[in-house]
């Protein structure tokens, strides 16, 4: 694997994706995605672990001894993942992704029955080096399950934003219910201590995210 043209340093906020080998579908079922989501709290531990000795309904009241980075987004979709991320201690990224990668694909290869890897090699990352890509990142991750239902949105623009929002908004496998109140165990994978405030003192929550997605289509073009 190439290496990375730039290191993972303390404290800043970077962008971390990656996908199913040949695009393959990752996610499958229900559980697989709640398997990867309880990885998420799991696999944020200096301490090493075995997800098959805990119990499934209370993997979120596991105590960790030291977490080695801070999460402020994610999105699982059928065939990749996204994760906005902030590190905090030396090499915690790596040491984070390398024991989720490699616990969700010994799961998923011996449930059903397979083989080989996972995901498309190493995981991706951006390094998100301003206040307005930041922004955008939020509003971009938090929409991505759009693509369900519009596939063309990210090139072609959302064609009806209710539509799209309610969505999002009640999308299972990501982090935007949590930050519009809803109460269940998945909120304790996130640090948004760590993060800025953007929506708490918002009151329009969808014309915040949708005029950030069409600012940083542009700066990101």
Known sequence: MSERKFPFAPDEFYHLYNRGNSKQVIFKDAYDYYHFIQLLYIANDFDTFKLRDLPEKDAFNCVRNKQLVAIGSYCLMPNHYHILIRQLEDNGISKFMQKLATGYSMYFNNKYERTGGLFEGRFKA????SDE????????????????????WKEQGIRNSEEAYTYASNYRYGSFSDYLGLVRPEHSILNPEYF??????????????????????????
């Open 196 to 221: 800025p405030d953007y929506y708490s003192s918002h009151r329009d929550i969808q014309k915040e995210l949708f005029s950030w997605l069409e600012y940083g289509n542009e700066i990101t073009k």
């Open 126 to 129: 951006r390094h998100v080096d």
């Open 133 to 152: 890509y930041l922004k955008y990142l939020f509003s971009y991750i938090h929409l991505n399950p759009v693509k369900l239902i519009d596939a063309t």
